[in-house]
Nanobody
Framework: QVQLVESGGGLVQAGDSLRLSCAAS????????MGWFRQAPGKEREFVAA????????YYGDFVKGRFIISRDYAQNTAYLQMNSLKPDDTATYYC????????????????WGQGTQVTVSS
């Protein structure tokens, strides 16, 4: 019953920055965390980042290496992903998800998903 809407993707050059937004509505009162995954054509879905909704604790995929920052606006039920120093390998569709209970940082643990926003990074 939770609806998620991602925005902020686009076409950028290597080294540029983007800020993705994920606005949640519906039954968010019982959500444990919000997170970001990405998937490129022909590749598996990859964990990017997640944030505990109540505490703000942050978790990142190994590839991030300090380039990305996840944050949340608690009052507006919105999560953000600030992406800096973008590389062509970051090209993918980025999906926002909501985890109702603590089941681990993997795609199957998330109960609701947005439609995705496309990020394309050129050389």
């Amino acid at each position: 019953q939770v609806q998620l809407v991602e925005s902020g993707g686009g076409l950028v050059q290597a080294g540029d920055s983007l800020r993705l937004s994920c606005a949640a509505s519906g039954r968010t009162f019982n959500s444990y965390a919000m997170g970001w995954f990405r998937q490129a054509p022909g590749k598996e879905r990859e964990f990017v980042a997640a944030i505990r909704w109540s505490t703000g604790s942050k978790y990142y995929g190994d590839f991030v290496k300090g380039r990305f920052i996840i944050s949340r606006d608690y009052a507006q039920n919105t999560a953000y992903l600030q992406m800096n120093s973008l590389k062509p390998d970051d090209t993918a569709t980025y999906y926002c998800g909501v985890m109702k209970t603590n089941k681990g940082w993997r795609g199957s643990s998330f109960d609701y998903w947005g439609q995705g926003t496309q990020v394309t990074v050129s050389s």
